[in-house]
């Protein structure tokens, strides 16, 4: 078990995919050392779960995680390979995703992992906002139904490239499924060029939240180098009562040329940023 945390960083997570050339034992390690004993778990960019083996044998997969001696509090589920493949606005994925979400809730209940987030569909062929955004609506509702049975919170995280790029659309999916929540992270909204205040009515809705810096045309920012008002932030989430996970989410990966940062300078100076706020 993880060792004694103080109130702050029993609140902070490290994003498993912060870290892409490291195994998910040095990413725990790693976490650890800088004080942040909580670890969200993900199938991108590295290091990953074994996704197969997962789906075919969870409670195997779980003993792998328990050997990591941290806490998960949030998974990163993805159905297909990428942000198309089986996504959440194919009507044609529905059945399959159904399947696999089944044995993703036998894992995630049995490491007592609180939320979990997918992605909330892409436009296809054909498909505006609206219809992408209502058939993500449709294979949402019995995804929400199966997460609350085992006890945990599903969540969408809107993100640049998804069907739903605005606070005002995202308010729409969350009207449209009753019991879905957000895992929010400001920068993607930041990086489109919405206002912070904007996003800030998103708060509410918050079940899981990633931070980072970052300003318009940019998803990632040095902390010195962004247009976000960290302290702004935290306060607003506060007045709405949010008593969730802060997970520290700085990256290297092609996705919106996120490669010029240093994550474990930058994910240091966020760590000690928020532990002076929250």
């Known amino acids: 078990m993880p060792e004694a945390e103080t109130s702050n960083q029993a609140r902070l997570s490290l994003t498993s995919w912060s870290l892409p050339r490291c195994t998910l034992a040095e990413a725990a390690a790693i976490g650890r050392a800088l004080g942040i004993a909580k670890l969200d778990l993900g199938l991108l960019h590295g290091p990953a779960l074994p996704k197969a083996r997962l789906l075919e044998a969870p409670l195997a997969a779980v003993l792998q995680v328990r050997q990591l001696r941290i806490d998960c509090p949030n998974l990163y589920w993805l159905f297909g390979d990428g942000l198309t493949e089986r996504n959440l606005a194919d009507p044609d994925a529905r059945a399959a995703n159904e399947a696999d979400f089944r ?24 498909s505006s906002r609206e219809q992408a955004l209502q058939n993500a609506a449709v294979s949402l509702r019995p995804l929400v139904a199966m997460a609350e049975d085992a006890g945990i919170t599903l969540t969408v995280e809107p993100h640049v490239g998804a069907a739903i790029e605005s606070p005002t659309l995202a308010l729409a999916l969350l009207e449209a499924v009753p019991g879905l929540k957000l895992t929010l992270d400001y920068a993607h909204f930041t990086c489109l060029g919405y206002p912070q205040e904007a996003i800030d009515v998103l708060a509410p ?74």
């Open 103 to 126: 044995q993703v809730l036998v894992f995630a209940k049995a490491l007592a992992i609180g939320t979990i987030f997918v992605l909330p569909g892409v436009c296809g062929k054909a």
């Open 205 to 278: 809705h918050a079940a899981h939240v990633h931070l980072r810096q970052a300003r318009p045309g940019a998803l990632q920012a040095k902390l010195e180098h962004g247009t976000l008002n960290i302290a702004a932030m935290l306060a607003t989430l506060a007045h709405h009562g949010y008593s969730g996970h802060f997970a520290i989410e700085y990256v290297h990966q092609d996705y919106m040329d996120t490669l010029h940062d240093d994550v474990l300078s930058e994910t240091i100076k966020m760590r000690d940023l928020v532990e002076s706020l929250i």
